[in-house]
């Protein structure tokens, strides 16, 4: 499974450094936050997700870590995204505005309501990636 996630995620991050970055002018600290995010991504693949332990405590923190950084990129993009076709705009604010509220949904679903964890994942997950496709069809 790390292994997996290492190949997609190089080609995930590597489509956000090496188009869509500098294809819609997005400024140069969101170089720094998918590098970062990147890195996470790396620890949650490889590091057990053991409960009550130091390494499932970085797993964990890893997994936040990618998120955030996921909210912050499609806020970048909205706020200052050059160009951005008007499809592609719509469904990047609808991310923007629901990613979060679906995070934090997330978060608090882990905590206490269980129920809750699959549809704003499904949700966060489904609304971004509208997002990044008709980003990269320039739609």
Not at 88 to 115: D, E, N
């Amino acid at each position: 499974m790390g292994l997996a996630l290492t190949f997609a995620g190089l080609a995930f991050y590597g489509f956000l450094i090496f188009w869509l970055i500098p294809e819609y002018q997005l400024p140069y600290v969101t170089y720094w936050i998918v590098i970062i995010s990147f890195i996470a991504q790396l620890f949650v693949a490889w590091l057990p997700a053991r409960p009550n332990s130091v390494v499932g405590r970085i797993h964990a923190a890893s997994g936040v870590a990618v998120g955030t950084a996921m909210v912050l990129c499609i806020w970048i993009l909205v706020l200052y995204g050059q160009d951005v076709p008007p499809i592609a705009r719509v469904l990047s604010i609808a991310a923007a505005i629901t990613t979060p509220i679906s995070y934090i949904t997330l978060s608090i679903g882990l905590v206490r309501v269980r129920r809750l964890v699959l549809p704003s994942e499904l949700a966060m997950i489904g609304v971004f990636s509208l997002a990044l496709i008709t980003l990269s069809l320039k739609i």
